[in-house]
């Protein structure tokens, strides 16, 4: 089983609104990655947890807050948000890198987000 | 600086053409993959090479990763309508201070029936 599910399929809220992602994988893995991405651009990393601790923030704003309640689990809170932030929301999981291993990510269908 | 060169960015051509699409970087990668994104999906992974030199070989596709691990290629042969997508490259550089990924641009195909 490679997969890795996301909740909800797509997200419409104003710039008030309080809204959490949710993210899944039953594939053992312990690291786990939230990224975002732009129509017809590549993903760009956002957050990555490893062991369930927070191991890499891309300087992302404070109006995204990533949580890691156990290790199949990952969230995404969002408060505040702005319409520049409208975009695919996607979650991925790997085994923690390591030399000498496939180093394999993957990556759930994503979170179709748009801020009004 | 974009670490992961990716070319060409747009290719559309007729289905049973053939095409190449190309991954080059400056930098050693420890390992690298090759995913297909559909609009409103998540990338599918389709291949990881680790190995200088190797050739990979799914179907119709065949994947090549350069000997001194700093480049790869996709070759699609007869290519169909189902394989029209955006297909990205991401190499992996092992850092202590924190591995990712990084991605090429990405390539979209468009295949015409």
């Known amino acids: 089983d490679t997969e890795v599910t996301q909740t909800p399929k797509h997200l419409v809220m104003g710039m008030t609104n309080k809204k959490s992602l949710k993210c899944e994988q039953h594939?053992?893995?312990?690291?786990m990655y939230w990224y975002k991405q732009k129509a017809k651009k590549p993903p760009e990393l956002m957050f990555v947890?490893?062991?369930?601790?927070?191991?890499i923030n891309e300087s992302v704003p404070s109006r995204f807050s990533p949580e890691c309640p156990n290790s199949s689990l990952l969230n995404l809170h969002l408060h505040a948000l702005q319409p520049e932030d409208s975009a695919l929301y996607l979650c991925?999981?790997?085994?923690?890198?390591?030399?000498?291993?496939?180093?394999?990510?993957?990556f759930g269908p994503g979170t179709r987000l748009t801020v009004l | 600086t974009q670490l992961l060169e990716q070319s060409p960015q747009f290719l559309s051509i007729q289905e049973g053409e053939n095409l190449t699409v190309y991954c080059n970087s400056s930098?050693?990668?420890?390992?690298l993959q090759w995913y297909r994104q559909e609009p409103g999906e998540g990338p599918v992974l389709l291949v990881t090479?680790?190995?200088?030199?190797e050739v990979k070989k799914l179907k119709r596709l065949t994947f090549q990763f350069g000997d001194a691990r700093k480049d790869s290629s996709l070759h699609i042969t007869a290519a169909q309508p189902g394989d029209t997508g955006l297909y990205l490259c991401a190499g992996l550089i092992l850092k202590t201070s924190g591995s990712r990924l990084t991605f090429g641009e990405g390539t979209q195909l468009t295949v015409n029936p």
């Open positions: 930098s050693v990668f420890s390992s």
């Open positions: 594939m053992g893995h312990r690291a």
């Open positions: 947890y490893s062991y369930e601790k927070l191991s």
């Open positions: 991925a999981s790997s085994h923690p890198f390591r030399q000498g291993s496939y180093n394999e990510q993957f």
């Open positions: 090479v680790v190995t200088g030199g």
